[in-house]
């Protein structure tokens, strides 16, 4: 049985709630998703490669400025992975993790060597907060399995077996 959080509800129905009030259509590209959660946000998001995010335990990246969404991932020959990169980042955009709290001073003290406010900005969507990394992978999951059951082409075992 999964854990609890301390706002009632575990990360997978937290993630599966998010899901179905997208109510998305039968036929999802992730350039589609992407569409519809700039609607969502209220601004354009852009994507790009990072190749700092190389080799680290990070993969992907979410600035949220007034202006735009950012989303920043890692190097990858597999758009598979490049995908759940995006995925990810767009599944805490869902959730609004942007409007988590986690404070300058904290902020600071995990890295002394950066503007406290700064920091804070870009880890305010988790707070390193496992159930919160959680639900924007499960989301993620749903969304690239939405994105793949949308698929004009047959899946290769499909192809196969009919």
């Known amino acids: 049985m999964e854990e609890q959080s301390v706002h009632g509800s575990t990360p997978a ?5 998010a899901f179905k009030s997208l109510r998305l259509p039968n036929h999802l590209t992730l350039d589609g998703l992407v569409e519809i959660v700039e609607v969502l946000r209220g601004r354009p998001i852009e994507i790009d490669v ?16 007034e202006a735009s969404e ?27 993790h942007d409007e988590l709290g986690v404070s300058a001073e904290y902020a600071e003290s995990l890295f002394p060597n950066l503007n406290g406010e700064l920091v ?6 988790s707070s ?7 639900a924007a992978e499960t989301l993620a999951d749903l969304l690239a399995a939405a994105i793949r059951d949308s ?4 899946r ?3 192809r196969i077996f009919g």
């Open 128 to 134: 390193f907060v496992d159930e919160v990394e959680a």
């Open 50 to 65: 990072a190749p700092v995010l190389n080799g680290g335990s990070v993969c992907g990246l979410w600035l949220s400025t």
């Open 13 to 17: 129905v937290v993630a599966a709630d």
């Open 120 to 125: 804070r900005k870009v880890l305010n969507r």
């Open 70 to 96: 950012i989303i920043l991932h890692a190097v990858s020959p597999s758009a598979l992975h490049r995908q759940q990169f995006i995925l990810h980042e767009l599944g805490h955009m869902i959730l609004r």
């Open 151 to 154: 698929a004009i082409e047959p």
């Open 156 to 158: 290769s075992f499909e």
